[in-house]
């Protein structure tokens, strides 16, 4: 079990408004008490923060908000003593612009670290046509008059595009991945990494371009494998016991083994949003929105595919959401006052019972909600803002409705500070947080949750200690879609060595029925979200269960 945490919103210690080191520090037996095997970091390296972290101006130094070198050994000191690995974001396919490699980069072709990054000369016109997703004005390459080029940016005008194709480059990342596994890191997180080669004939884009198409136009699979493979060989292979996962979610689906396939020593996991994807998702055509929530077959066949898939060998990933979508429970489940609580425990019991390495995300374990903001000036996050006033330029009403569905989408929803308490600022700061606190700490907070018994809380613990007491049937067991058309339910089972657990749950706020034609005259119940679960096929709105039958 990995639990990510999202440094600066989770908490301050010294008052800046931004947490910090000494924060996570602090906390490090609540997050025992999860009964967690992990933790993967969002960026904590130096950083000017266009991205929050993303754009790394120094990857061997800690970001000066977040506290300093010293800081961080006591971190993974208190984390090893806790039995708690740490896994770093490794930030692999741009820089910040105020990096000295760009830096130098930007003052002359002649210079050394110039090609560090893309580069595309003035002399050959006009550059080949790349969107960028967080560009105010969407597009990937930015003139540089020094030296009379443009560079390529993905990401924002502040994030240049690392060159993977020289060698050099490739020599630093893997002495920097060096320094921070001498110091005890137990693994990465590979930020955009089907991106860190290009296809340098740089193919036009056709018109109707599509998202599925994002790796034939921004990245170059085949150099993909090969920097992995030269990774492992240079730099993963000299450590014992380090994890790889991939943010795989541009990958299609056939080309996945080929990463994550232990023969092929590239990763050990990926991350996919297939999930996410049907059930509400920003598209890049900008302002689009798809979401589907009824779509509960759909999800089925989601995890019965990707099982399959990892049948025999690899191994598989599954995570509700994370710090660049919105929150778990306003997404997937009800925030209602009503079914907050039940829906935000029937996801876990859906997270938890997973044949994969299940990422809880900060906060979604008190069943923290979207924040909602409804004014543009209220939003941090660079996407929302440079797409909202790209939509601007083209209509207000374009720009109105994109402001509506960042309500239920935006970044910054799972990005507001945790609620410890009922304090002010629910104990995340003493100073002005960076960004907003929910409204509604008061009454979800971490402090609450201890003293409740049934709170969203503890019955992860309840779930965590489930899946680890009983690690040879919920972590390796067979897994076995039941009732499969069905709508409303998702049942399965799930079984090992002559035992068999049966998980239900029912993902909408009706009362459902499920015909798994499975005998429940002897089955325990193990686990639910509501008093008096019964065997008997009946489910009430958003109610799970586990039994072993
Ligand atoms: C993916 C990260 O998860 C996201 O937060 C970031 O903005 C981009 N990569 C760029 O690094």
């Not at 947490?19 to 008490?33: C, F, M, P, V, W």
Request: glycine fraction near 6%; charged fraction near 25%; hydrophobic fraction near 35%.
């Amino acid at each position: 079990m990995v639990y990510q945490l999202y440094p600066r919103s989770f908490q301050d210690s010294d008052g800046d408004g931004v947490g910090d080191l000494n924060g996570i520090t602090q906390r490090l037996d609540y997050l025992q008490s999860l009964g967690i095997d992990a933790i993967w970091l969002n960026p904590i390296c130096a950083s000017p923060n266009d991205d929050n972290g993303y754009d790394i101006s120094d990857y061997r130094a800690i970001m000066k908000e977040m506290g300093t070198m010293q800081d961080f050994d006591a971190l993974l000191a208190g984390m090893k003593k806790r039995n708690i690995k740490l896994i770093m974001d490794l930030v692999l396919n741009h820089s910040s612009d105020e990096h000295d490699w760009f830096k130098g980069a930007k003052s002359s072709r002649d210079n050394k670290y110039y090609n560090y990054y893309h580069w595309w000369p003035a002399e050959k016109g006009t550059p080949p046509k790349r969107y960028s997703l967080f560009d105010e004005e969407a597009n990937a390459w930015r003139y540089n008059s020094a030296t009379k080029s443009y560079y390529l940016h993905y990401f924002s005008r502040k994030q240049p595009d690392l060159n993977w194709e020289n060698p050099a480059l490739r020599n630093e990342m893997y002495a920097i991945m060096k320094f921070w596994l001498d110091k005890g890191v137990s693994g990465f997180r590979l930020d955009a990494f089907p991106f860190m080669a290009k296809d340098t004939s740089w193919p036009a884009m056709p018109a109707d371009f599509t998202n599925d198409q994002f790796v034939r136009y921004y990245g170059a699979d085949k150099k993909v494998h090969d920097y992995l493979k030269e990774m492992n060989e240079k730099v993963l292979d000299k450590y014992t016991d380090v994890y790889t996962v991939g943010e795989g979610g541009v990958i299609p689906f056939s080309k996945v083994m080929d990463y994550v396939n232990e023969d092929n020593h590239e990763l050990n996991t990926l991350y996919h949003d297939e999930i996410g994807n049907i059930w509400g998702r920003d598209s890049l055509d900008l302002g689009e929105y798809k979401t589907d929530r009824k779509n509960v077959t759909g999800v089925k066949q989601i995890v019965s595919k990707w099982d399959e898939k990892f049948r025999n060998k690899g191994w598989n990933t599954v995570y509700l959401t994370n710090h660049d979508q919105s929150r778990a429970v306003s997404r997937y489940g009800n925030d209602s006052p009503a079914y907050r609580i039940p829906s935000a425990k029937m996801l876990y019991t859906f997270l938890l019972t997973q044949r994969a390495v299940p990422y809880i995300y900060n906060g979604d374990e008190i069943g923290m909600t979207n924040i909602r903001f409804k004014n543009i000036e209220q939003y941090n996050d660079l996407q929302t803002r440079n797409r909202y006033y790209i939509l601007l330029k083209e209509s207000k009403e374009k720009a109105e409705a994109y402001l509506l569905n960042q309500q239920e989408l935006s970044r910054d929803n799972s990005r507001t500070p945790m609620q410890w308490n009922n304090s002010a600022n629910a104990g995340f700061t003493g100073g002005n947080p960076w960004l907003p606190v929910n409204p509604n700490y008061p009454e979800v907070n971490v402090e609450a949750a201890e003293k409740d018994k049934n709170s969203i809380l503890n019955y992860v613990r309840q779930m965590s200690r489930l899946r680890h007491d009983r690690k040879d049937i919920l972590v390796y067991g067979k897994y076995s879609l039941l009732d499969g058309a069905n709508p409303d339910v998702f049942v399965y089972t799930r079984e090992s060595g002559g035992k068999k657990l049966l998980v239900l749950l029912n993902f909408h706020g009706t009362n459902a029925v499920t015909n798994t034609g499975i005998d429940f005259s002897k089955a325990k119940l193990l686990i639910s979200n509501y008093e008096n679960t019964v065997a008997d096929g009946h489910l009430r709105p958003y109610e799970a269960a586990v039994f072993e039958l």
